[in-house]
């Protein structure tokens, strides 16, 4: 499918108004959009639009996603050391660092510092974490995100069923390292630390990299309504 034929059936979607869910639960949004768009979920390979990756969300959600992992080079204190540090024992009662880091110290010590072209994860005692140049996270991004259609809907209830409106859908497309430096400053992106003591290592599940999905549009440069 190409943007052109995209937007003839999205417009003929979201001329329908309300839609029952084919899916229940936090899925349902995207999989009632795939099948009305004729996108066979058997597909292993995400939707793709002329190289863009299709997003639907409900309006007014606070829920999160995660735009991508990064670990290369990033550590600067020992994976297993800072879980011995700063950890905390998980549901599995394994010693981890299961934590989602922002601007605000959390109950470990543990926060974001931004300077320059420069994101680390430190401690209120000065101990840098790991560390992530803006440029390499740019890139990374482009990687994994170059383009997204990002479909917004209404979401409502009736007698126990949730229904969509497809409202709006935008094309959005690159990014720069001054708008992820002010998106952090924003707190509109953070750190998900995810690694737990595996006895003689640290095993590290991937630094992933999130925002509310509300937040999406204000990570890109380039954005067009389709």
């Not at 229940?24 to 004729?38: C, D, I």
């Not at 420069?118 to 740019?138: K, P, Q």
């Not at 590290?204 to 937040?215: A, I, L, V």
């Amino acid at each position: 499918m190409n943007i052109t034929e995209f937007k003839k059936i999205f417009y003929e979607i979201k001329n329908k108004g309300y839609i029952k869910t084919m899916r229940n639960g936090p899925t349902g949004v995207g999989y009632t959009l795939e099948y009305l768009l004729g996108i066979n979920e058997n597909n292993k390979a995400k939707p793709d639009i002329e190289g863009a990756e299709l997003k639907a969300h409900r309006i007014n959600s606070n829920s999160m996603i995660t735009l991508f992992t990064f670990n290369r080079k990033s550590w600067i204190l020992n994976p297993l050391e800072a879980i011995k540090k700063y950890g905390s024992v998980d549901s599995n009662r394994r010693l981890g660092l299961y934590y989602t880091i922002s601007l605000k110290p959390n109950s470990a010590g543990l926060f974001l510092y931004i300077k320059d072209k420069e994101i680390s994860v430190r401690h209120i005692d000065g101990e840098i974490i790991a560390t992530w140049n803006l440029d390499n996270l740019v890139n990374r991004f482009l990687e994994k995100i170059p383009s997204l259609i990002f479909v917004s809907a209404f979401s409502e209830e009736r007698d126990g069923m949730e229904y969509f409106n497809y409202a709006r859908a935008q094309l959005m497309k690159g990014t720069s390292s001054d708008i992820l430096f002010n998106q952090f400053k924003e707190e509109n992106i953070f750190i998900d630390l995810r690694l737990h003591d595996n006895g003689t290592r640290a095993r590290n599940h991937g630094t992933g990299f999130r925002t509310f999905e509300s937040k999406l549009p204000y990570l890109f440069k380039d954005i067009k309504e389709l």
